[in-house]
C-alpha cells in the first residue's frame, strides 16, 4: 500500500490521476506527512528565480516576491530531504526540485507548449510526452542523472535572466553537448522530475508507463496501474 502526500496547488484531475495509480493519497499541507511514501509537486506558475540565484527575467511568469505556493513548497522539500520521503515533480515541480538541488532554470524557451513531442530515454525507448512550459532545466551544478530528453533540440533560444544565452549554455550549445532534459533523477533528495505532464496523457500509454517504471526502480516499488 503506497500513500502519496501531494501539494495542494493542484486540481481534481491531478488528485484523480493519484487516485488511480496509488493506494491512497493525502493533502500535505492539511494532513501533513505521517505515513507518506512519496510527496508530488504539481505544474502551475514559474517559480521564483531568488531560489536559482537569479533575477527576474523579461520573459518570467513569477511575482514579484516568492508566493506562498513557493515558500510552503521549498519547506516541504527539506522536510523531505531530512526525513528521506521521496519527491515526485511535474513541470513546475520539477523545476522547483532543480532549483532545490542547486541548479538554474533556463527562464524562457521555446517549441515546448501546447503540443506533445517525441522524447529518447537512456536506454533508447522512445515515445511522446505532453508538453505545456516555457522555462526548462538547467543541470549544471547538480548531481542529475539525465534519464530522457528530446531527440533533437527543439527550442530556438535558452534566455536566463536576460533575453540572451548564459555563456556556458552558450559553449554546450555550440559543443552539441547540452540536452533538453525531460526526466531526470536528484538522488541528493531522492527525487524524480518529471518536465511533461503524465496526469494530462493516456493512463495505460507508454509516457505513464515509463514514468511508473522510473518511480518503481529509483524511488518506490510495486506501483501499478
Same mark, same amino acid.
Given at each position: 500500500?503506497?500513500?502519496?502526500?501531494?501539494? /495542494?496547488?493542484?486540481?481534481?484531475?491531478?488528485?484523480? &490521476?493519484?487516485?488511480?495509480?496509488? @493506494?491512497?493519497?493525502?493533502?500535505? +499541507?492539511?494532513?501533513? &506527512?505521517?505515513?507518506?511514501?512519496?510527496?508530488?509537486?504539481?505544474?502551475?506558475?514559474?517559480?521564483?528565480?531568488? *531560489?536559482?540565484?537569479?533575477?527576474?527575467?523579461?520573459?518570467?511568469?513569477? $511575482?514579484?516576491? /516568492?508566493?506562498?505556493?513557493?515558500? $510552503?513548497? $521549498?519547506?516541504?522539500? +527539506?522536510? =523531505? +530531504? @531530512?526525513?528521506?520521503?521521496?519527491?515526485?515533480?511535474? =513541470?513546475?515541480?520539477?523545476?522547483?526540485?532543480?532549483?532545490?538541488?542547486?541548479?538554474? %532554470?533556463?527562464?524562457?524557451?521555446?517549441?515546448?507548449?501546447?503540443?506533445?513531442?517525441?522524447?529518447?530515454?537512456?536506454?533508447?525507448?522512445?515515445?511522446?510526452?505532453?508538453?505545456?512550459?516555457?522555462?526548462?532545466?538547467?543541470?549544471?551544478?547538480?548531481?542529475?542523472?539525465?534519464? @530522457?530528453?528530446?531527440?533533437?533540440?527543439?527550442?530556438?533560444?535558452?534566455?536566463?535572466?536576460?533575453?540572451?544565452?548564459?555563456?556556458?549554455?552558450?559553449?554546450? %550549445?555550440?559543443?552539441?553537448?547540452?540536452?533538453?532534459?525531460?526526466?531526470? *533523477?536528484?538522488?541528493?533528495?531522492?527525487?524524480?522530475?518529471?518536465?511533461?505532464?503524465?496526469? $494530462?496523457?493516456?493512463?495505460?500509454?507508454?509516457?505513464?508507463?515509463?514514468?511508473?517504471?522510473?518511480?518503481?526502480?529509483?524511488?518506490?516499488?510495486?506501483?501499478?496501474?
Amino acid at each position: 500500500m503506497k500513500t502519496i502526500a501531494y501539494s /495542494p496547488w493542484g486540481t481534481g484531475t491531478h488528485v484523480g &490521476f493519484l487516485e488511480k495509480i496509488f @493506494a491512497r493519497s493525502i493533502n500535505a +499541507k492539511k494532513h501533513g &506527512f505521517t505515513d507518506a511514501d512519496a510527496f508530488v509537486l504539481w505544474g502551475g506558475q514559474d517559480i521564483h528565480p531568488s *531560489y536559482y540565484g537569479q533575477r527576474r527575467g523579461p520573459n518570467s511568469q513569477a $511575482w514579484d516576491k /516568492p508566493t506562498e505556493r513557493d515558500i $510552503w513548497e $521549498w519547506q516541504a522539500m +527539506k522536510y =523531505c +530531504k @531530512a526525513h528521506n520521503i521521496p519527491i515526485i515533480g511535474i =513541470c513546475r515541480g520539477a523545476q522547483f526540485m532543480c532549483a532545490f538541488s542547486g541548479g538554474k %532554470l533556463i527562464q524562457h524557451v521555446n517549441n515546448h507548449s501546447g503540443a506533445d513531442h517525441p522524447v529518447v530515454c537512456a536506454d533508447g525507448e522512445m515515445f511522446d510526452v505532453t508538453s505545456c512550459h516555457h522555462q526548462m532545466l538547467d543541470l549544471t551544478d547538480t548531481d542529475g542523472e539525465l534519464l @530522457a530528453w528530446t531527440p533533437n533540440n527543439r527550442s530556438t533560444l535558452y534566455y536566463g535572466q536576460s533575453a540572451e544565452t548564459p555563456e556556458h549554455l552558450q559553449k554546450a %550549445l555550440a559543443a552539441g553537448t547540452f540536452k533538453e532534459p525531460e526526466i531526470v *533523477y536528484f538522488p541528493g533528495i531522492n527525487g524524480l522530475a518529471i518536465q511533461g505532464h503524465p496526469e $494530462w496523457a493516456n493512463i495505460n500509454g507508454s509516457f505513464v508507463k515509463k514514468c511508473l517504471d522510473y518511480i518503481n526502480l529509483y524511488l518506490l516499488e510495486e506501483v501499478t496501474t
